[in-house]
């Protein structure tokens, strides 16, 4: 079993600047591709990027690249989102998600991760 504990959630400026943090406990992660999703009230969970375990690879929506950055340390088993420039259209609850299955596609696909967190909440003022 995997546990997900997102953090640093909050307000923020438009134009601002925030790093979620994604603790994991009751297993390892080193070795397993972590995503970063977000969903806003009354739209679907939405797929932000993944970092991967080799090389510690990492892939963006579109909507967000150039503006944030997945990073891993895995002595700590954690897995950070900076995002930078927010805009209005980034608030949402961001969610972490770990895949353990080996599946290695379709890393937007929030079907094929296998452990989520709880979400911290992300909110911009203008």
């Known amino acids: 079993q995997v546990q997900l504990a997102e953090s640093g959630g909050g307000l923020v400026q438009a134009g601002g600047s925030l790093r979620l943090s994604c603790a994991a406990s009751?297993?390892?992660?080193?070795?397993?591709?972590m995503g970063w999703f977000r969903q806003a009230p009354g739209k679907e969970r939405e797929f932000v990027g993944v970092?991967?375990?080799?090389?510690?690879?990492?892939a963006y929506a579109i909507s967000v690249k150039g503006r944030i950055t997945i990073s891993r340390d895995n002595a700590k088993n954690t897995v950070y989102l900076q995002m930078n420039s927010l805009k209005p259209e980034d608030p949402a609850v961001y969610y972490c998600?770990?895949?353990?299955?080996?599946?290695?596609?379709?890393?937007?696909?929030?079907?094929?991760?296998?452990?989520w967190g709880q979400g911290t909440q992300v909110t911009v003022s203008s």
């Open positions: 998600a770990a895949r353990t299955r080996p599946v290695f596609t379709d890393w937007a696909d929030a079907r094929l991760y296998d452990y």
């Open positions: 009751g297993r390892t992660v080193t070795n397993y591709p």
């Open positions: 970092i991967r375990w080799i090389g510690s690879r990492t």
